[in-house]
């Protein structure tokens, strides 16, 4: 009886640190909040493409952070979404007027 209830707390008290593990925070380089992200191809019909951003599963709000960074350093201000799997996430850095 007691070590089910240590082996149950013990899952718990994992699981738990797991959860916390995935969850990761990324700074927004300032700027970085500017940059738009958008699944729209008509959003930068008239901008220029600047480079390929990818970003590696972190949770949602990591990695929007993480591709606007990403964006920013190529000099771009939209992020135009090509695909996800899972919380990664790929698209197209632009620079639009």
């Avoid at 070590?3 to 899952?11: E, F, Q």
């Avoid at 700027?31 to 949602?60: F, H, R």
């Avoid at 606007?68 to 135009?80: R, V």
């Amino acid at each position: 009886m007691i070590t089910n209830r240590l082996t149950a707390i013990a899952s718990i008290v994992l699981a738990t640190a797991v959860g916390i593990a995935g969850c990761v925070n990324i700074a927004l380089a300032p700027g970085a909040e500017k940059v738009k992200i958008t699944k729209s191809a008509s959003d930068v019909a008239s901008c220029k493409p600047v480079g390929n951003v990818l970003s590696k599963p972190m949770g949602p709000t990591a990695t929007n952070a993480d591709l606007q960074n990403k964006t920013l350093g190529l000099g771009g201000n939209t992020i135009f979404v090509t695909g996800a799997n899972g919380d990664s996430v790929e698209g197209v850095a632009y620079s639009c007027p």
